[in-house]
């Protein structure tokens, strides 16, 4: 029961937020060229769902690639990082 409330409350604190900020008219005329530019691209995409599947595969693409990329970042600290323990456990060792 709570949180049907707290999704309620989210959700209309949300709404009431967004129209107040269209109080102002620079936040208005902003909004207005969004909506126009998404209203644009998805009749442009409904039109043309093979430039839509295109431009999915590029997006996946290149996530996958900047995702690959950050593991290897990640495997290669991970690396040193054993590394530099292994020289302190062995100086310990000696010490």
């Not at 707290?6 to 959700?11: E, F, M, N, Q, S």
């Not at 996958?64 to 990082?81: D, R, V």
């Amino acid at each position: 029961m709570g949180k049907n409330k707290l999704i309620k409350g989210i959700l209309t604190g949300a709404i009431v937020g967004g129209l107040i900020t269209l109080s102002d008219r620079d936040t208005r005329s902003y909004v207005t060229r969004k909506l126009q530019v998404c209203g644009n691209k998805t009749a442009y995409y409904a039109k043309n769902p093979a430039d839509a599947i295109h431009q999915l595969n590029l997006n996946y693409a290149k996530c996958s690639e900047q995702i690959a990329s950050g593991l290897t970042s990640a495997l290669h600290m991970l690396h040193q990082l054993q590394e530099v323990t292994e020289k302190i456990e062995k100086r310990d060792n000696n010490g």
